[in-house]
């Protein structure tokens, strides 16, 4: 998914257009995130040369990731559909403001990146399948979720202390 300034003069309307599906199975990226590979990925957009000096992308990206369940470590499927755009540039620009433009190198602009950061803010933290009713526990502990409704039980070291009234009330 590389395109050199040559194929955007060369395109019609400097406009090149993606429909392709790709996977991501083993990639050193991988290895420092919760996803474990990306079986499939369709991208669907635009890259359009404004003829001088900047492309810019509107991608659209959906497909499938493999997480690792929180609890059990189990493989997950997550099905994930979201969009990207960059601005990439043939040649530094002194002040490019609060926008972020990524400068090329070679003349070649590769969308790799850009598929992959996409995806990889699309990845849950956390995710489980296991019923709450099978969390993992043991003697004085047991693993909770931040949605369960209940509230912990008060401290019987505590406890006395709530018959005491206070008067703030003055």
Do not use: C
């Not at 991608?59 to 929180?70: R, W």
């Amino acid at each position: 998914m590389r395109y050199t300034k040559n194929d955007f003069l060369n395109a019609e309307n400097k406009t090149i257009t993606i429909d392709e599906w790709i996977a991501i199975e083993e990639n050193d990226l991988l290895h420092h995130t919760q996803v474990k590979s990306i079986p499939e990925v369709h991208i669907v957009g635009t890259l359009q040369f404004d003829g001088n000096t900047l492309v810019f992308s509107n991608l659209e990206l959906d497909g499938v990731m493999i997480v690792l369940d929180s609890i059990s470590l189990e493989d997950i499927e997550v099905a994930f559909d979201t969009t990207s755009q960059e601005t990439y540039s043939f040649k530094p620009l002194e002040d490019n403001g609060d926008e972020d433009i990524i400068v090329v190198k070679k003349d070649i602009v590769d969308i790799k990146p850009e598929i992959f950061q996409a995806i990889l803010y699309e990845a849950p933290m956390s995710i489980t399948r296991v019923p709450r009713d099978q969390y993992p526990k043991g003697d004085g502990w047991q693993l909770i979720s931040d949605q369960d409704p209940k509230e912990a039980p008060i401290d019987p070291r505590w406890e006395k202390l709530s018959e005491f009234k206070l008067d703030d009330e003055d």
